[in-house]
């Protein structure tokens, strides 16, 4: 059974900061791209950073200059650090990850179980 389990959404005022953890366990061969998406009440899910396996990284136009994705592919893990937090960003963070599982098999898309993020004073 394979699972991304996510941490560290929370309530967080306005302009303060978190960091979202998404790790990957189960039997993985290897990981291409990672990416976080976020889905507002009545919104689509939206992309919002995605990292490949070789470090390039694309962030979304709302998200430039304040967060940073990152991985450790040792741990199979992938990273949001979300900086200068406004209220348009609260919604629901999931993380994704394009695992491989065997050499024979093929590329599949797993989610996280989403966390929430809630940006008030």
């Known amino acids: 059974q394979l699972q991304l389990v996510e941490s560290g959404g929370g309530l967080v005022q306005p302009r303060g900061s978190l960091r979202l953890s998404c790790v990957a366990s189960?039997?993985?061969?290897?990981?291409?791209?990672m990416g976080w998406y976020r889905q507002a009440p009545g919104k689509q899910r939206e992309l919002v950073a995605a990292v490949t396996s070789s470090g390039s990284t694309n962030d979304a136009d709302p998200v430039k200059g304040r967060w940073t994705i990152s991985r450790d592919n040792a741990k199979n893990a992938v990273y949001l650090e979300l900086d200068s937090l406004k209220p348009d960003d609260t919604a629901v963070y999931y993380c994704?990850?394009?695992?491989?599982?065997?050499?024979?098999?093929?590329?599949?898309?797993?989610w996280g179980q989403g966390t929430q993020v809630t940006v008030s004073s």
């Open positions: 189960g039997s993985i061969l290897s990981i291409h791209a």
């Open positions: 994704n990850e394009n695992i491989r599982r065997t050499a024979w098999g093929m590329w599949n898309l797993y």
